[in-house]
Structure formats: structure tokens, C-alpha cells
């Protein structure tokens, strides 16, 4: 597609169960970006790839969260045991190279944690 | 770490100028920009600053630097009801592996009345 693809993009889940939230990003961008934006906040950063490797993940909150891109393009993040405070939209950018903030953003997934 | 502060609210008629501020902390940042977040849609960069700049115009918008006082304003000239939206202040992690890991202010709420 033209943009960065989320799904789902809404997800709702009881507190403790395990969930995925996939990011498909621009065709050709080899940098790709998770952020979480809770209610009348701005997106905070989570982590970043280049290429397949997490270039840094130092945003991530806890070891509940984690996040892969196998093969370069299509990236999931998965939140395991979750908990009522991860309620939040999680939003996927996307770039050409790591070297410019010019970020295209997704949708978002909204995930609300009962 | 690094902070990014945005007035919450900013209301104003059709036609009229509108500024919105941003302060940030830090020092090193070597670009500012600026994010448009409207319902239903992907935050979209708007425009953006090299941090050895002062000034910046794109059409109606114009971007100021005051790098001494760490204050950075977005002024949109005659603004349009299509204007109203979510804007974000944000910083480059100038010192970090990316310039796509973004640091963001809360926002501001820009409401255009006809």
C-alpha cells in the first residue's frame, strides 16, 4: 500500500492475556519505529529498527514487551500478560533511512486492556 | 532526559494568524519539527528546522528558533477550519542512534471558528 499499514485497529483484551499488533511500513523504508500514545499525550518512542535488528530498544517499559522484524519490512509488536496501564494506541512510523525525523506515521492500534 | 512543553489549547476565528509554542531542554537537538494529528489519521509532518536556523516559511506556515531560550513557534497565517487538529512539538535525539527517535510534547489543540 501507499501508507504504514496497522492491524488491528482496535483490540480489545482482559488484563493478563497476550497480544500482537502488526506494522506494515512503506515499501523501500528501512527504518521502522514504535510509539505509544496514551490519552492527551504525544507518542513516546518505544524502539526502532534498521533493517531487521532492534537498533534500540531502550523505550520498551518492561520485558512484557517485545517486538521483531524478521525479514526487514512487516514488524509485530507483542505485549505478554497484560495489565490494565498498557491501554494506549500504539502507533508505527515508518522511514527511508535512520537519518531524518521525517516520519510516516500509521493509523494506530488502539488496545484497551480490561 | 530530554522534555518537550506545549500549551494545551489554542482557539482561534477563520482567517486569523495562529502561534503555537513549543520549549524544550534539549540543548543538542539538531532538529525541531512539528506534527499535524487529525482524527482518524496518522500524525504528518508538517514542516521542520535545522537547529543553526532561526527561521523557517513554507507557504503559510513559519517556523521560529530561539535557540538561546530553547523556544521553538509554529505560526500558521490565515487559518482555515481544515487547520483544526492536534499539533506536536517534537526534538531529534541529536546524540542517539536515530533521528527518527523522537522526543514529543503533549500537544496543542487548535480550534478554527468560522
Known amino acids: 500500500g501507499a501508507g504504514v499499514s496497522q492491524t488491528p485497529s482496535n483490540k480489545v483484551t482482559e488484563k493478563g492475556k497476550y497480544v500482537e499488533l502488526r506494522c506494515d511500513p512503506i515499501?523501500?523504508?528501512?527504518?521502522l519505529y514504535w510509539y505509544r500514545q496514551s490519552l492527551g499525550q504525544g507518542p513516546e518512542f518505544l524502539i526502532y529498527f534498521q533493517g531487521t535488528g532492534a537498533a534500540d530498544d531502550s523505550g520498551l517499559p518492561n520485558d512484557r514487551f517485545f517486538a521483531v522484524r524478521p525479514e526487514g519490512s512487516v514488524s509485530t509488536l507483542k505485549i505478554q500478560r497484560t495489565e490494565r496501564g498498557d491501554s494506549a494506541v500504539y502507533l508505527c512510523?515508518?522511514?527511508?533511512?535512520?537519518?531524518?525525523?521525517?516520519?510516516?506515521f500509521g493509523e494506530g492500534s488502539r488496545l484497551t486492556v480490561l | 532526559g530530554e522534555d518537550v512543553e506545549q500549551s494545551l489549547f489554542l482557539s482561534v476565528r477563520e482567517g486569523d494568524s495562529s502561534v503555537i509554542n513549543c520549549t524544550y531542554t534539549d540543548s543538542s537537538s539538531t532538529y525541531l519539527y512539528w506534527y499535524k494529528q487529525e482524527p482518524g489519521a496518522g500524525l504528518q509532518l508538517l514542516t521542520y528546522?535545522?537547529?543553526?536556523?532561526d527561521m523557517k516559511q513554507d507557504q503559510r506556515l513559519t517556523v521560529l528558533l530561539n535557540k538561546k531560550d530553547k523556544h521553538l513557534s509554529l505560526r500558521i497565517a490565515d487559518t482555515q477550519t481544515g487547520d483544526s487538529a492536534i499539533y506536536f512539538c517534537?526534538?531529534?535525539?541529536?546524540?542517539?542512534?536515530?533521528?527518527?527517535?523522537?522526543?514529543f510534547g503533549q500537544g496543542t489543540i487548535l480550534t478554527v471558528h468560522p
Open positions: 515499501s523501500g523504508h528501512t527504518a
Open positions: 517534537a526534538e531529534g535525539d541529536a546524540g542517539g542512534t536515530s533521528y527518527g527517535k523522537l522526543t
Open positions: 528546522i535545522f537547529s543553526n536556523m
Open positions: 512510523a515508518s522511514s527511508r533511512t535512520a537519518n531524518t525525523g521525517e516520519l510516516f
